[in-house]
């Protein structure tokens, strides 16, 4: 067992992986999760999660689990309950729910030496509210990275009601309305199939064109297929795009842009029933909103439309408010870490699940933690190997984790990595700290 003490903020997919990981590390953390129970987003009770009802995974079960721990269920594409479930057991199953301090708040980390003062607020059951402060060693960041809505504003007023799609739970808010949905994320284009059952129409404005990835190709589902050895970039996306022109068509046709970009270079839509809705005409594209104009908005084509509530499918943006910028190397619209985790100044801070990845699940996410989980143990118990892993970073080139794709340069693409690529580099660096250390004794 370590004797440095660390904390854990978060207890959803990424705070339960590095708790688990610090557990088989023999690593002590105290976990804090400002709602009442493990789950993060997928748990719709928070109040921070942003999940609503007829939300699936996108990628599909057995390439989302973690390894050591498959779902209880055969469903391809589960839908949040069974995902709560699934967490619910993964916690419970190795003793980690008592790990974590729930309805702890964290509102402040500031350095304090070679450690970390943390403050938070803890909410009791009747209510009441108690200050909380603790010195660690070391602290782990693992709130997630879709909570914070990205609401861009636009010229002009509209008199009808605005909507973030963080605060859309269920198809009863669009009964009878005419909706407008602003951008056509995977979120933005499963609410627009919500709303062709429920609203009276239904229209989503884009600004670029999008790929669309059925669930299902030859039978299987679709991200289950060329799980062997990675084909290279190029290949992989001249035979991909072939197939889901084959597949799905061209999604032109339906009033999409071309995408100004190859498939893979921003997350592809896991989504086709779109594309049949606009087949039937239960849908309408338009063009990128140009203003608001009092009932209606204004669209860069000259065209306008009158609506009674806008849905923002704009995305979300990094959020860690309880810690100065500066800690975190934060450049651009994120911070710059090495493999995502690691500040360059080694400060005593570490952020666990701040990648996106086509394909990555929380098995990916889970060998994140197992890195951060060998550096901390190693420590604790072999100081040489982990002054090493801090060399090595501070003199090397850091890795590419592109994977030869060329990402669309969006700040919600600024964390973004390639699965085989970012897995490929954390099992390096973890040998690395395994490996002795020339002239230890």
Known sequence: MTTRSYAVIGAGPSGLAVMRALQKAGVEATGYE????????????????????????????????????????????????????????????????????????????????????????ARGADGTETSVEERYDGVILANGTLAEPNAPTFPGDFDGEILHTSAYKDPAQLAGRRVLIIGAGNSGCDIAVDAVHHAASIEMSVRRGYYFVPRYLFGRPSD????????????????????????????????????????????????????????????RIRADVDRFDGSGVRFRDG????????????????????????????????????????????????????????????????????????????QEAEPARARRFRERVSRQSWPDLTGGYRYLGLARMSYYVNKDAYRRAVRLEKEGIAAPVSGAS
């Open 34 to 121: 400002a709602s009442h129970d493990v789950g993060g987003l997928w748990d719709i009770t928070n109040p921070r999660s942003t999940m609503y009802a007829s939300a699936h995974l996108i990628s599909s079960r057995t390439t989302t689990e973690f390894a050591e721990f498959p779902m209880d269920s055969d469903v391809d594409y589960p839908g949040h309950r069974v995902l709560k479930r699934y967490f619910d057991d993964y916690a419970d199953t190795f003793g980690l729910r008592e790990r974590f301090r729930f309805g702890t708040r964290v509102d402040r980390l500031e350095p304090d030496g070679e450690g970390w003062i943390l403050r938070a607020t």
């Open 224 to 283: 289950t297929l060329n799980q062997g050895r990675p084909l290279p970039a190029r290949i992989k996306q001249a035979i991909d795009s072939r197939v889901l022109r084959a597949f799905t068509g061209d999604p032109v046709r339906f009033g999409f842009p071309k995408p100004d970009y190859r498939i893979y270079e921003a997350h592809p839509i896991v989504n086709t029933l779109v594309l049949n809705h606009l087949g039937q005409g239960d849908l």
């Open 303 to 378: 065209s306008r439309g009158d609506y009674d509530l806008i849905l923002l499918a704009t995305g979300y943006t990094l959020d860690y408010p309880f810690v100065d910028r500066e800690h975190l190397n934060w450049t651009g619209s994120s911070p710059r870490l090495f493999l995502n985790v690691f500040p360059p100044s080694f400060n005593g801070l570490y952020m666990m699940g701040m990648i996106e990845a086509s394909g990555i699940g929380w098995q990916g996410r889970y060998e994140q933690a197992e890195l951060i989980a060998a550096y901390l143990a190693a």
